[in-house]
């Protein structure tokens, strides 16, 4: 199944805005009023990536127009408002826009194994009082999460009401994704959209660019987020994502989340950054 040519909304993120998709590639040219504007004379040619790489991009884009023809990317009025004013207008985050994890395709990781692994991506196991590698649901888009956590505040039932957090998880052209830029992009206003209750956020962007992670190409979001949940003491924390173009049709995502009320654990996320690793 494909979609027909047309103007969609921009898969790129900007709110808003509309981009002309002809079939196989999309247009450089976005509009605000798709119907009054006629269609692309030329819509860029797709520039091939290395090995495998292109066919997971255009597959991705292929699939979100998919969704955004059944109605997936319909536009909702969203509970709380996340501010972010360095970064670029970019689309609304909703429940809809954001799935959750499926827990069935999270896999078993080596009991007291060096590294944390989804699929092609891992990093060094962090040791207590981080937990061991584990299940969460809420990571947008996620397959295979695995994440580690150490608690920083504690509820009145004796659980964590809130905690510093390091995963990883793989992302596929199923989930709407074309690109370390636009998959991080969209993570990192989903898990701002899911992560706070109906808290207003503010996001401060600190790093917004590519990189490469092991000989692949990357992009990594660093944001500095403030807010106001009840009944938690942290008012602020450090967000880290990264995206890795790790082959074979498949995405990495690294997150990370240190509060400002536990700066120790901040070393040892950057330590797993540092340590990303893309086998096979």
């Known amino acids: 199944m494909s979609a027909g040519p047309g103007w969609y909304p921009d898969p790129g993120g900007q709110r808003g805005r509309f981009r002309y998709w002809?079939?196989?590639t999309w247009s450089a040219q976005t509009t605000a009023n798709p119907a009054?504007?006629?269609?692309?004379?030329?819509?860029?040619a797709r520039r091939p990536g290395r090995g495998s790489r292109?066919?997971?991009?255009?597959?991705?884009?292929?699939?979100?127009?998919?969704?955004t023809i059944v109605g997936v990317f319909a536009i909702r009025t969203v509970a709380r408002q996340v501010v972010s004013p360095t970064a670029e207008p970019s689309s609304s985050s909703t429940a809809t826009l954001c799935p959750d994890a499926s827990e069935q395709t999270a896999g078993p990781q080596p009991e007291g194994g060096a590294r944390v692994r989804s699929g092609r991506l891992s990093y060094p196991r962090l040791p207590a009082p981080f937990?061991?590698?584990?299940?969460?649901?809420?990571v947008p888009f996620g397959r295979d999460v695995q994440s580690q956590d150490a608690t920083v505040e504690t509820a009145t039932n004796g659980g964590p009401s809130w905690v510093a957090g390091v995963l990883i998880a793989r992302l596929l052209a199923g989930d709407g994704?074309?690109?370390?830029?636009?998959g991080a992009t969209v993570v990192a206003e989903?898990?701002?959209a899911k992560f706070y209750g109906d808290s207003e956020v503010h996001r401060g962007d600190k790093k917004n660019k590519a990189l490469t992670i092991?000989?692949?190409?990357?992009?990594?979001?660093?944001?500095?987020?403030?807010?106001?949940?009840?009944d938690v003491r942290t008012k602020g924390e450090l967000m880290i994502v990264v995206v890795v173009d790790v082959g074979d049709g498949e995405g990495g995502l690294f997150y990370a989340s240190i509060p400002d009320?536990?700066?120790?654990?901040?070393?040892?996320?950057?330590d797993a950054l540092a340590g990303l690793e893309v086998s096979g």
């Open 22 to 24: 002809d079939g196989h």
């Open 36 to 44: 009054a504007s006629l269609s692309p004379a030329q819509p860029p």
């Open 54 to 67: 292109a066919g997971w991009w255009v597959a991705g884009v292929v699939a979100l127009v998919v969704l």
């Open 131 to 138: 937990s061991s590698p584990k299940w969460d649901s809420r």
């Open 177 to 182: 994704f074309y690109g370390p830029k636009q």
């Open 190 to 192: 989903c898990i701002t």
């Open 214 to 230: 092991d000989g692949h190409d990357a992009w990594i979001i660093e944001s500095h987020l403030t807010f106001d949940v009840p």
């Open 261 to 270: 009320t536990s700066p120790q654990f901040e070393q040892p996320a950057r």
